[in-house]
């Protein structure tokens, strides 16, 4: 089984500053490569990622000016990769590193949501390890894994479902009811979206969208997980922890869980799947699902 790479900073840095115009262009993943430039075939690999959620918005978001500066960002622990900017950004600018990050093949997480307007990640930050590289054995997952931590970077993370906008102390907004910023091995969170649910039902599915429980990926960072699809109900669809396919399947479950964040998403757009409960002629095993 090939592991997934995982995300572990959820929400680090919010912004407060106003929207200025209306995104009605299509929605644009713009990568930015920090430290390094990528291979003809490490690149390409990165645009077709971009390219598959992008593929599945049907507009683009309102630009929004994001003024983050480098001592903000060592004022926060966990913010130490993400990078310092200051700019209209329209729609998210993922900035790309490469680091050693403790033998797994990328990790990303948000830096930046926009708190007073559409309140979607802007900035997001992705490191890659050298085990996905060009000449490491592992370029046969590169795609599958990048667009993976795409997903996350696009807020597919506890801290861009649960948000306290307002600062109150009140959630705004709660995608993943009970989650608490720890997620322990026997935790059997949902998310409870409404969109996410009806696509989860409508493939057979009862109840919410089950989470995968405990740290990520299996790597042991308290307060990290309920990340990932459930492992075990999920099996091969592409923000599932693991993989044993290139190509996993991004499924109506995750367009569901972007549409109940309110992104403009093509519900339509997400691969044919079927529940590996559901699915004649396989040995699926234990798949945990109803």
């Known amino acids: 089984m090939q592991l997934r790479s995982h995300s572990v900073l959820g929400l680090i840095l919010s912004t407060g500053c106003s929207l200025l115009g209306k995104g009605d262009d299509p929605y644009d993943i713009e990568l930015r490569y920090v430290g390094w430039t990528p291979t003809a075939a490490e690149e390409a690999d990165f645009d077709a990622a971009a390219a598959r959620w992008e593929s599945v918005m049907t507009e683009g978001l309102p630009e929004h000016q994001v003024q983050i500066t480098q001592a903000q960002i060592d004022a926060v622990p966990d913010a130490e990769d993400c990078e310092p900017i200051d700019e209209l950004v329209d729609d998210l600018v993922v900035f790309v590193r490469r680091k050693d990050i403790s033998g797994a093949m990328a990790a990303a997480a948000v830096c930046v949501i926009d708190t007073n307007g559409h309140q979607l990640p802007s900035v997001a930050r992705m490191l890659v390890g050298e085990s ?5 054995g592992g370029e046969l997952n590169r795609l599958s894994t990048i667009q993976h931590e795409l ?8 801290g861009a479902w649960n948000i306290d906008l307002d600062g109150d102390g ?20 949902t998310f409870g979206g409404a969109q996410a649910t009806a696509a989860y039902q409508a493939l057979g599915g009862t109840g919410g969208v089950p989470m ?17 699809l459930s492992e075990s109900v999920f099996d091969d669809a592409l923000m599932s922890p693991s993989a044993d396919s290139p190509t996993p399947k991004l499924t109506s479950v995750t367009l569901g869980m972007l549409a109940d964040m309110g992104y403009p998403v093509d519900l339509s757009a997400a691969d044919d799947y079927v ?16």
């Open 132 to 136: 996905i590289l060009d000449g490491s």
């Open 151 to 158: 997903g996350h970077a696009l807020g597919l993370t506890p």
């Open 170 to 189: 009140v959630l705004d907004r709660e995608l993943l009811p009970g989650h608490d910023g720890t997620c322990a091995a026997e935790s059997a969170l």
């Open 212 to 228: 995968e429980p405990g740290a990520p990926d299996f790597i042991s960072v308290d307060g990290s997980g309920c990340v990932h």
């Open 275 to 290: 529940l590996p409960a559901f699915r004649e002629g396989e040995d699926t095993g234990d798949s945990g699902a109803p």
